[in-house]
């Protein structure tokens, strides 16, 4: 099971990795990247965005990405030009492994650069699973996605926002805090219903505030399904007087489950005009929702 993880670095230089089960675990780290205070490339939060859904030839071949082989994906220029044509240092992703007869890996990496020794997305057999992605853009405004697997895989990714030196917002990191737990007995509408939302007013009252950093887990699931992780059109004024409008959920995915399973990831989650996030469970069933939140951006 993957997770992005972006996390503060302790006063000697070091983070702690904590197994909290009962028995033993070998386990990979890889580093992606880092924050620095001094001036360096910003974020721009994106509403999500479908760049690559091999299922049915949206931005890639309409056929599973083969057994080592790996496929371009253009970021610069896409999203109806809302990611900039030129000056994308970096993307940030949901990538979605789906439909594989074997077990395998995939990893995003800039295109024109050699393959890394590393993994974004860890999938089983017929599994569909999801991680978020941070990957350098290549200097032709693309990145390669690779297909570690022995048998050919479906390949899903949404975009969630990109970093620039035109790009204004800063990571701001804080202290891993719990923003919601649908099962804490201070939560009083139980679990999140089948093709309903929940609305969090993140930073309703902080315009400056666009992007949060959140880590998303859902649990006792009645049925399979999906999580979409949007901003909401509505004001935290529109919800307190009751006139809010249903929202339109996006055709992008943050996490994947079935039946029984507790599934987490890592969502970069943008705030849009209003502040407000919303959790979408897509599935039938009801599941449990619980939110960490990492840190977040905000403009200068």
Same mark, same amino acid.
């Given at each position: 099971m993957p997770n992005q993880v972006i996390v503060p670095i302790g006063d000697k230089g070091q983070v702690n990795l904590y197994n909290g089960s009962s028995g033993t675990v070998d386990l990979i780290a890889d580093i992606a990247g880092y924050f620095t205070q001094s001036a360096a490339s910003g974020y721009s939060p994106l509403a999500p965005y479908r760049v690559v859904?091999? %299922?049915?030839?949206?931005?890639a071949p309409k056929r599973q990405l083969a057994a080592g082989a790996s496929v371009?994906?253009?970021i610069a220029g896409n999203d109806?030009?809302?990611l900039p044509s030129s000056g994308i240092?970096?993307?940030a992703l949901n990538v979605t492994a789906t439909g594989s007869p074997s077990s395998g890996f995939l990893?995003?990496?800039?295109?024109?650069k050699s393959l890394p020794t590393a993994s974004n997305v860890n999938f089983s057999k017929g599994q569909t699973i999801a991680n978020s992605v941070i990957v350098p853009v290549?200097?032709?405004? %693309?990145? %390669?996605?690779y297909n570690g697997g022995k048998k050919p895989v479906s390949v899903v990714i949404d975009a969630v926002g990109y970093y620039s030196a035109a790009s204004r917002s800063a990571y701001l990191p804080m202290y891993p805090t719990r923003y919601l737990d649908t099962r804490a007995k201070t939560w009083k509408y139980g679990p999140l219903e089948g093709g309903g939302y929940i609305d969090m007013p993140l930073s309703s009252d902080y315009p400056d505030v666009t992007g949060w950093v959140l880590n998303a887990t859902v649990t006792s699931t009645k049925s399979s399904g999906y999580l979409t992780v949007s901003p909401d059109p509505n004001s935290y004024q529109a919800y307190q007087g009751g006139w809010e409008?249903?929202?339109t959920k996006p055709g992008s995915s943050s996490l994947n489950w079935l039946r029984g399973q507790t599934v987490p990831n890592l969502v970069q989650a943008s705030t849009g005009s209003t502040g407000i996030v919303d959790f979408?469970?897509?599935?039938k069933g009801t599941v449990n929702l619980v939110v960490d939140a990492f840190g977040y951006y905000q403009n200068d």
């Amino acid at each position: 099971m993957p997770n992005q993880v972006i996390v503060p670095i302790g006063d000697k230089g070091q983070v702690n990795l904590y197994n909290g089960s009962s028995g033993t675990v070998d386990l990979i780290a890889d580093i992606a990247g880092y924050f620095t205070q001094s001036a360096a490339s910003g974020y721009s939060p994106l509403a999500p965005y479908r760049v690559v859904d091999t %299922r049915s030839g949206v931005g890639a071949p309409k056929r599973q990405l083969a057994a080592g082989a790996s496929v371009a994906v253009q970021i610069a220029g896409n999203d109806k030009k809302k990611l900039p044509s030129s000056g994308i240092t970096a993307v940030a992703l949901n990538v979605t492994a789906t439909g594989s007869p074997s077990s395998g890996f995939l990893t995003a990496y800039p295109d024109g650069k050699s393959l890394p020794t590393a993994s974004n997305v860890n999938f089983s057999k017929g599994q569909t699973i999801a991680n978020s992605v941070i990957v350098p853009v290549g200097s032709d405004g %693309r990145i %390669r996605i690779y297909n570690g697997g022995k048998k050919p895989v479906s390949v899903v990714i949404d975009a969630v926002g990109y970093y620039s030196a035109a790009s204004r917002s800063a990571y701001l990191p804080m202290y891993p805090t719990r923003y919601l737990d649908t099962r804490a007995k201070t939560w009083k509408y139980g679990p999140l219903e089948g093709g309903g939302y929940i609305d969090m007013p993140l930073s309703s009252d902080y315009p400056d505030v666009t992007g949060w950093v959140l880590n998303a887990t859902v649990t006792s699931t009645k049925s399979s399904g999906y999580l979409t992780v949007s901003p909401d059109p509505n004001s935290y004024q529109a919800y307190q007087g009751g006139w809010e409008v249903w929202p339109t959920k996006p055709g992008s995915s943050s996490l994947n489950w079935l039946r029984g399973q507790t599934v987490p990831n890592l969502v970069q989650a943008s705030t849009g005009s209003t502040g407000i996030v919303d959790f979408w469970n897509t599935g039938k069933g009801t599941v449990n929702l619980v939110v960490d939140a990492f840190g977040y951006y905000q403009n200068d």
